[in-house]
């Protein structure tokens, strides 16, 4: 019986450390930049990825209300062209052909 009352017990012990372990590795550090950006090894560089980045980036917003601007829900941003002189460059903005705008967008450097 002492035996018996010995396996429950270590049995006990090991559940009690794998919850433990589990609770633990399960933290997860409050959400804002500060605590995000130490797991990231390097600062992004802006405006290297200003220059380099020939694609389109296609940018999306999401509201709680369903009937808001359902026809508007991505923004589509094209390059059309950079000045290094000034860390500027100028991008093209359109949800669909029909709706193209045109924008400057200075990095600030």
Known sequence: MVRDMCQVVSMLASLLFILTTLVTQGHCDDCDPSEIEKYFEDTPDAWKLVKDFLGVFYLMYHSKNPKFDESHSC????????????HMATYRFYYSAQDLKVGFKSSGK
Do not use: C, D, I, T
């Not at 923004?75 to 000034?86: D, E, F, H, I």
């Open 75 to 86: 923004l589509r941003a094209l390059r059309q062209g950079v000045y290094s002189n000034k």
